[in-house]
Nanobody, 124 residues
């Protein structure tokens, strides 16, 4: 299972850090991704981190503002979001495939584990 948290209401230009805690499997053996879905829009892959030391993946819309990281001791993956914009408003989900070896980015249909979403609202 995955449990995402850390969302909230923030003003434009602000920051939030999302957390995704895994139970039942170890995140350092799996790739992990963050997706988001805004009302009326399709789900979008935001960031992805492979189980190896490969470079993280970021969607063009968040590159340079978001940072994905992993704390193996806590079995947790983070998404640090800086310089937030109103268009970042969405429900954010963390997800992981069932098997090892996936390379980022990973399409949503290939994900097996999904966390409940956490709402991020960027508004003044």
């Amino acid at each position: 299972q995955l449990q995402a948290s850390g969302g909230g209401l923030v003003q434009p230009g602000g920051s939030l850090r999302l957390s995704c805690v895994a139970s039942g499997f170890t995140l350092d053996e799996n790739a992990i991704s963050w997706f988001r879905q805004a009302p009326g829009k399709e789900r979008e892959g935001v960031s992805c981190l492979e189980s190896s030391d490969g470079a993280p993946y970021y969607a063009a819309s968040v590159k340079g503002r978001f940072t994905i990281s992993r704390d193996n001791a806590k079995n947790t993956v983070y998404l640090q979001m800086n310089s937030l914009k109103p268009e970042d408003t969405a429900v954010y989900y963390c997800a992981a495939p069932a098997k090892r070896g996936f390379k980022c980015p990973i399409a949503a249909p290939l994900m097996y584990y999904w966390g409940k979403g956490t709402q991020v609202t960027v508004s003044s």
